[in-house]
């Protein structure tokens, strides 16, 4: 089973680019953040026309939204609440045989303190809810692969300078202490880096600011895969597709891509 997970910012705009992912790589399960769209106005017919006949969608308007396209049957599971809001951040499913979660973790706005910035307060809550959560799939169980924009970029590797970073929302100290409390919470197996040595910097999202962002290479590695324990001699070929951000009207973010034996 190949694995994708996209912070795709507009399912309806990037379709285009969906079909380049499709032809591409040909993942088995897609899993998408930022959709965007409202359920009743998903571009359903156009992805099953990719030949992603099963989708689940939890979306609102504007903002937000998680989606799972598979070619496999999906069995839909409970949708885990974060901070008591409604806000479309999280879809699970079940596919032959592995609990599939696409999450879209908060941001957490510009100024990384959570007593003046409402954002960073939520993403914090919302990391410690995510390690109880974390805990709480571990106990299950079964096998499990959480995929998604985490908005973290835990190693100093993940981003492009770890000093300048350092008080950057997204590589803050809190904001990797929390991120590794909850890998530790569920016994998360990192599957890209568990292919790609620590060593070597790896991003999957490149600013809208940057006038050249390949030339630049500011980057930083915000999007995720994790496996539970279970799937350990399971995992092979975790790629980020690097390319897919110097495509027409592109994401800021790419595809992470890793294959399950």
């Not at 050249?212 to 995992?235: E, K």
Request: proline share 6%.
């Amino acid at each position: 089973m190949r694995i994708a997970t996209w912070n795709v910012n507009s399912v309806r705009l990037r379709l285009p680019l969906l079909e380049k992912l499709v032809a591409q790589r040909s993942p088995d399960v897609i899993c998408l953040q930022e959709t965007k769209v409202v359920d009743d106005t998903f571009p359903k017919k156009d992805i099953a026309a990719m030949g992603y006949e099963h989708i689940e969608v939890r979306g609102m308007k504007s903002y937000n939204g998680v989606a799972v396209l598979s070619r496999l049957p999906l069995k839909r599971l409970n949708d885990q609440p974060f901070c008591g809001r409604d806000d479309c951040r999280h879809l699970g499913v079940q596919v032959d045989g592995i609990d599939v979660h696409s999450l879209y973790v908060p941001a957490g706005g510009d100024e990384p303190d959570p007593a003046i910035n409402d954002k960073f307060a939520h993403k914090l809550q919302f990391m410690d809810e995510m390690a109880v959560w974390s805990k709480q799939l571990k106990e299950q169980g079964r096998p499990v692969v959480l995929t998604g924009d985490f908005n973290v970029a835990p190693l100093e590797t993940d981003v492009w300078s770890h000093k300048q970073l350092l008080k950057v929302v997204s590589h803050t100290p809190i904001e990797v202490e929390k991120f590794d409390i909850a890998q530790a919470a569920g016994g998360w197996i990192d599957a890209v880096r568990n292919s790609i040595p620590a060593e070597e910097k790896l991003y999957s999202w490149w600013s809208y600011r940057a006038r050249d962002w390949a030339a630049a290479d500011r980057g930083r590695r915000l999007d995720h895969i994790w496996a539970s324990p279970d799937l350990a001699g399971r995992l092979s070929n975790a790629s980020i597709l690097r390319d897919a951000r110097g495509w027409e009207k592109p994401s800021d973010h790419v595809p992470v891509i890793v294959d399950i034996d």
